[in-house]
């Protein structure tokens, strides 16, 4: 039962998903930063609210419907969205695909050489041919010297 386990754990998908969510977390932490440091002040500035959780509100029988607060939700979703694509998937998918072509690489010289030494082991039909007929020459130059 432990064996399992401890396979599942350790299966790269594991690790890579435990790297993203680690990523994921330090992302949403600077983009917090970033929102509540730049463009909520930026917000305040031309609103006159401190965020944008007061945009777009209504009101109505005592319940609140801020349309500012899903706005600021969905602004501070597609930063970390973008933050997460250009600082972690553009660099894991070029580093992937420089190993890809290194792999792909390795595997055609590896067969390249494979080739060719499969080439110069085994001689061609025509090597085989003429090296039939000298055979067959020296056995009969061997059994001429023989009768003779």
């Known amino acids: 039962m432990f064996e399992g386990f401890k396979k599942f754990i350790a299966r790269g998908n594991m690790i890579d998903m435990a790297v993203g969510v680690v990523m994921g977390g330090a992302v949403t932490t600077v983009v917090n930063a970033i929102v509540n440091s730049v ?10 609210k401190p965020n944008m959780d007061g945009l777009l ?3 109505f029988n005592g319940a609140t419907v801020s349309f500012g607060a899903v706005l600021g939700a969905i602004l501070n979703f597609l930063i970390i969205a ?3 694509y250009f600082c972690i998937l553009v660099p894991i998918n070029k580093f992937r695909d420089m190993t890809e072509a290194l792999l792909a690489k ?3 010289a590896e067969q390249k050489k494979a080739d060719e030494e499969a080439a110069s082991a085994e001689p061609t039909a025509e090597e085989q041919t003429v090296l039939l007929l000298q055979q067959i020459r020296d056995e009969l130059a061997k059994q001429n010297a023989q009768n003779a």
């Open 39 to 48: 463009i909520n002040p930026f917000i305040a500035m031309i609103f006159g």
């Open 57 to 59: 509100a209504i009101t």
């Open 82 to 84: 973008v933050a997460v």
């Open 106 to 108: 390795t595997k055609l």
